[in-house]
């Protein structure tokens, strides 16, 4: 479905953009990976699915950083077809005891870098009159939960990005949908179990069902491999008029 097509999947060393630059790139799709830690394994993995792989490890903190990832994108593949703006970082604390620096790394890498990386592909896309951006927001761009106050606050104001995104674009093949998804057990996760463990001398497995059990009804995590579904999904012709939604793959967290 995506062969001859270049998905930019932000954050894609590991997790959930992992998940999503695999299930795009089983559609065909040549992968531009992006994200900090290990490359090479993530990149051989992307590239035994048979497609082109380009790395560029820009910071999402740093606009200069994102232009030199989208210019090099554009020169490599002619365009950016399908952006996933996944790239995300938490840091739990109360608002009174908030580090600043935190809630301007949250703001930066998980809202304005979206803002950066959809400006720039947006003139090919409408040129083009096909595009796909895919907003990784989170069940917080729906509701809150305490201590989270900068997630919550970029998770909400990338709904609210795609919405706007989605309506400048209606009348154009480009398409812009936010993924809210509940728990998934990756590496961002998991830093909260292990601090839920160390706090209440807990074990592993303790903490995980305290963990799922305050929030989400299923018991269950969300998966890499289901929310890459929802983005191929996404990517499909019967998603041609499904625009600015915010889709939760949350067990039911946001049902209650
Ligand atoms: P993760 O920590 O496994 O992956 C985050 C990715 O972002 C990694 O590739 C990391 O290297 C990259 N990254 C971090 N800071 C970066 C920066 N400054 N520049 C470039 N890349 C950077 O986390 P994940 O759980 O896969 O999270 C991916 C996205 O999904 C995030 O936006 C997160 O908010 C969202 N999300 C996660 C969950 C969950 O339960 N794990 C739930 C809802 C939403």
Redesign the pocket.
């Known amino acids: 479905m995506l062969k001859n097509k270049t998905a930019l999947v932000?954050?894609?060393?590991?997790?959930?953009?992992l998940g999503i630059a695999k299930a795009l790139a089983r559609q065909g799709a040549n992968i531009v990976m992006?994200?900090?830690?290990d490359v090479e394994g993530p990149k051989a993995e992307l590239e035994a699915l048979g497609v082109q792989v380009l790395y560029h490890g820009?910071?999402?903190?740093k606009p200069a950083d994102i232009e030199d990832m989208m210019q090099q994108a554009a020169r490599s593949f002619g365009r950016v077809d399908v952006l996933v703006n996944?790239?995300?970082?938490?840091h739990v604390a109360p608002v009174h005891n908030f580090p600043v620096e935190r809630w301007d790394a949250v703001i930066a890498?998980?809202l304005t870098s979206a803002f950066h990386t959809s400006r720039l592909a947006l003139p090919a896309m409408r040129e083009a009159n096909w595009g796909r951006i895919i907003n990784?927001?989170?069940?917080?761009g729906l509701v809150g939960s305490a201590d989270k106050s900068a997630?919550v606050a970029a998770?909400h104001g990338i709904v609210g990005l795609t919405k706007v995104t989605a309506l400048e674009n209606a009348t154009t093949g480009v398409t812009c949908n936010a993924i809210?998804?509940?728990?998934?057990l990756?590496?961002?996760?998991q830093k909260q179990v292990d601090a839920k463990a160390a706090a209440l001398g807990l074990s592993n497995e303790e903490a995980t069902r305290l963990l799922l059990g305050e929030k989400e009804p299923s018991m269950q995590f969300t998966t890499?491999e289901e929310l890459g579904e929802l983005a191929v999904f996404f990517c499909s012709p019967a998603a041609n008029n499904v625009r600015g939604v915010a889709w939760n793959m949350d067990g039911g967290w946001t049902a209650q």
Request: net charge neutral.
């Open positions: 932000t954050g894609s060393t590991s997790g959930i953009g992006n994200g900090f830690g820009a910071d999402m903190s996944n790239a995300g970082i938490q890498i998980n990784v927001a989170s069940v917080h997630y998770k809210c998804p509940g728990w998934v990756t590496p961002l996760v890499p």
